[in-house]
T-cell receptor, first 113, second 116 residues
Framework: AQSVTQPDIHITVSEGASLELRCNYS??????LFWYVQSPGQGLQLLLK??????LVQGIKGFEAEFKRSQSSFNLRKPSVHWSDAAEYFC???????????FGSGTRLSIRP | EAGVTQFPSHSVIEKGQTVTLRCDPI?????LYWYRRVMGKEIKFLLH????????ESGMPNNRFLAERTGGTYSTLKVQPAELEDSGVYFC??????????????FGPGTRLTVT
C-alpha cells in the first residue's frame, strides 16, 4: 500500500537559516509527489509538485524539492527561511488510476527570531 | 477565480446529533474530494466525486457518513449520528478533470468539527 512518512513532527529553525524537511514515500511505481503548506487559520496550499522530468522542482515562496528515486525521498528545501514560513508542511503522493492523494502526518515548522 | 469555500468553519455538536458540512468547489471543477484530519494525525481521503457521481468512496469510515453532490456543483457531507471520534477537520478539495490536472487539487480552509 502507498504511504508517506515525515519523520520530523516539529522543527525549529532560526530566521534566515536554511531548511530541509524530510519525506519518504512507499509506492510501487513512479509517483506523483506534492508538498502542501497549511498556515494558521488557512487551508492547504500547494507549494510544488512532481509528475515527471527534472527531479529538482521549484515551487512558490522560494521552496524547492528534489525527487530521489533510489532513496524514495522527496525532501523540501529553502535556502533562507522567513518568519512567515512558520506553518505545517505536508508531503503527499498521488495514487495512479485514482486521483486521491495520500498525505504524510505533517511537520510543524517554527521560526526562531 | 474564487477558491474552494466550506461552511461552517467551526461546528460544535453533541454526540448523537446530526451535522451537515457544505463545500463549494471552484467553478468548472468536475472533481470534488473530501478529506479529514483527526486528532492531529495525517489527512485522510474520504471520497471523490466526478460531477454528481461518486467515483471512489473507499475512505468513508462507516454508514453514518453520507455525501451528496446534487447537480454536480456543491457537495454536502452529513454525519448522523455523530460520535466523539468524528471530531477533526474536514477538508474539501476540487480539481479539473484530466490525468495530471486531476491531481492539482485546490483545498478549502476546512471545517473544524467538535463532537462533545
Amino acid at each position: 500500500a502507498q504511504s508517506v512518512t515525515q519523520p520530523d513532527i516539529h522543527i525549529t529553525v532560526s530566521e534566515g537559516a536554511s531548511l530541509e524537511l524530510r519525506c519518504n514515500y512507499s509506492y510501487g511505481a513512479t509517483p506523483y509527489l506534492f508538498w502542501y503548506v497549511q498556515s494558521p487559520g488557512q487551508g492547504l496550499q500547494l507549494l510544488l509538485k512532481y509528475f515527471s522530468g527534472d527531479t529538482l522542482v521549484q515551487g512558490i515562496k522560494g521552496f524547492e524539492a528534489e525527487f530521489k528515486r533510489s532513496q524514495s525521498s522527496f525532501n523540501l528545501r529553502k535556502p533562507s527561511v522567513h518568519w512567515s514560513d512558520a506553518a505545517e508542511y505536508f508531503c503527499a503522493v498521488g495514487t495512479l488510476y485514482a486521483s486521491k492523494i495520500i498525505f504524510g502526518s505533517g511537520t510543524r515548522l517554527s521560526i526562531r527570531p | 477565480e474564487a477558491g474552494v469555500t466550506q461552511f461552517p468553519s467551526h461546528s460544535v455538536i453533541e454526540k448523537g446529533q446530526t451535522v451537515t458540512l457544505r463545500c463549494d468547489p471552484i467553478s468548472g471543477h468536475d472533481n470534488l474530494y473530501w478529506y479529514r484530519r483527526v486528532m492531529g494525525k495525517e489527512i485522510k481521503f474520504l471520497l471523490h466525486f466526478v460531477k454528481e457521481s461518486k467515483q471512489d468512496e473507499s475512505g468513508m469510515p462507516n454508514n453514518r457518513f453520507l455525501a451528496e453532490r446534487t447537480g454536480g456543483t456543491y457537495s454536502t457531507l452529513k454525519v448522523q449520528p455523530a460520535e466523539l471520534e468524528d471530531s477533526g477537520v474536514y477538508f474539501c478539495a476540487s480539481s479539473r478533470r484530466g490525468e495530471i490536472s486531476s491531481y492539482e487539487q485546490y483545498f478549502g480552509p476546512g471545517t473544524r468539527l467538535t463532537v462533545t
